[in-house]
Every structure is written in structure tokens, then in C-alpha cells.
């Protein structure tokens, strides 16, 4: 079946780079969403499309893509960037939506 | 501006049904497809369902198929999930959320991207 691989935990100190990978088979052909859960709210979109950054989402945030890996990278975090992050595709058929099972980021 | 309120959520037995409901505002509700998304209690995201802009493409998470159905009402904006049978592993927080950053492409088919989220409505099956 179809599965999206991310670490359970990432930890950085503030001002550090946090990179948290999201791999699957199938994603080089499909697109990567990530989003950012904080306790007790929604969900919030930060990247779209691999690499896209969605309007009111700070610089820091930033996506890439290499194979079958797509990695979630923020630059200079920040204590406020502690959260869930989750990955999120789409199967080839266009039929079902995956998320990855959840990172959680701590900011030392 | 753009809003997603859920509501329907509550206490239910096991066995019995339930149906949710998300009513959209601040956008062209008609134009979009949409998602029902849980998460149970200290546990990550799992997609539920999508309905297409014009309600003729419906898909199902295989952990639901068959008890489930998604149906939304554009002259409405309103969006609804039919929850049968239910039982304690349904116990979660449902989202809408709205297939904003969604589309079709050549290369890739169909794909779908959630860019707003309601805040959820509770479900606990007891």
C-alpha cells in the first residue's frame, strides 16, 4: 500500500535549521503538501506543490524535492515554529489523500 | 473572509449514525472540491473523503468505505458526511477543509492540497 515515511521527532535550538523528510514511492509523481498542526487547532497549509509557499507563511519556510525523499526545511527557527508538521499526497489514480504520520518539531 | 464551521458533532452509541455538516462562506463554495478529515484523540491527520467541485467524483479512505458518505449542497454551500455504523474507532475531531490548492496537471493527474480548515467538530462514539 501506499505510505509517506516521516521521522516521529525533530529537535533544534532557536536560530537553527529544522529539516524534517517526508518519503514515499510514488512521490516524485505526485505533488507534497505540508502542513503545521499547533495543539488544539486546525491545521494550517506552509508549503504547497514541493516548493510553493502559500501568501502570510514567513520566508523561513521553505520545500524541496530530491527522488523519492521531499523535505520541509525552516531556517532560523523559532520557539513559535514548535508544532506537528504532517506531509501530505495524493495516490496516482487521483482517488485517495495520504498524510505522513506526524513530526514533531521541538524547539530547544 | 474565507470560513469553515462544522457542526453535528456530539456523543453517539456504537452501532448508530451521525451526520456532520460544514458551511462554507467567503469563497465561490461551487468551484472547489472539498475534504472531510479526522483526527482521533493524540493521534495524527487521516483523510477521510473528497467530493468534487460539482459532487460527481466521491472518494473514501478504505478505513471508512462502505459506512460513509460525503455529499455537499452548492445552492447551500454546504457540506455534509453521512457517518453509519459507527463505532469507537471513529471517535475523533472532523475537519473540512477546502481543496484550495488542488488541481490537475498533465504529469501528474489529479491532485489535492488543503488550503483552509474549519475548526473541527467532535465525535466521540461511547
Known amino acids: 500500500s501506499y505510505e509517506l515515511t516521516q521521522p516521529p521527532s525533530v529537535s533544534v535550538s532557536p536560530g537553527q535549521t529544522a529539516r524534517i523528510a517526508c518519503s514515499g514511492d510514488t512521490l516524485p509523481k505526485q505533488y507534497v503538501f505540508w502542513y503545521q498542526q499547533k495543539p488544539g487547532q486546525a491545521p494550517i497549509l506552509v508549503i504547497y506543490k514541493d516548493t510553493e509557499r502559500p501568501s502570510g507563511i514567513p520566508e523561513r519556510f521553505s520545500g524541496s524535492t530530491s527522488g523519492t525523499t521531499v523535505t520541509l526545511t525552516i531556517s532560523g527557527v523559532q520557539a513559535e515554529d514548535t508544532a506537528d508538521y504532517y506531509c501530505q499526497s495524493t495516490d496516482s489514480s487521483g482517488s485517495h489523500v495520504l498524510f505522513g504520520g506526524r513530526t514533531k518539531l521541538t524547539v530547544l | 473572509q474565507v470560513q469553515l464551521v462544522e457542526s453535528g458533532g456530539g456523543v453517539v452509541q456504537p452501532g448508530r449514525s451521525l451526520t456532520l455538516s460544514c458551511a462554507a462562506s467567503?469563497?465561490?463554495?461551487?468551484?472547489?472540491?472539498m475534504h472531510w478529515v479526522r483526527q482521533a484523540p493524540g493521534k495524527g491527520l487521516e483523510w477521510v473523503a473528497l467530493?468534487?467541485?460539482?459532487?460527481?467524483?466521491?472518494y473514501y479512505a478504505d478505513s471508512v468505505k462502505g459506512r460513509v458518505t460525503i455529499s455537499r449542497d452548492n445552492s447551500k454551500n454546504t457540506l455534509h458526511l453521512e457517518m453509519r455504523s459507527l463505532s469507537s474507532e471513529d471517535t475523533a475531531v472532523y475537519y473540512c477543509?477546502?481543496?484550495?490548492?488542488?488541481?490537475?496537471?498533465?504529469?501528474?493527474?489529479?491532485?489535492?492540497?488543503?488550503?483552509?480548515w474549519g475548526q473541527g467538530t467532535t465525535v466521540t462514539v461511547s
Open positions: 477543509a477546502r481543496d484550495g490548492a488542488g488541481g490537475y496537471n498533465s504529469v501528474f493527474g489529479y491532485f489535492y492540497g488543503m488550503d483552509v
Open positions: 467530493i468534487s467541485y460539482d459532487g460527481s467524483r466521491k
Open positions: 467567503g469563497f465561490t463554495f461551487s468551484r472547489l472540491a
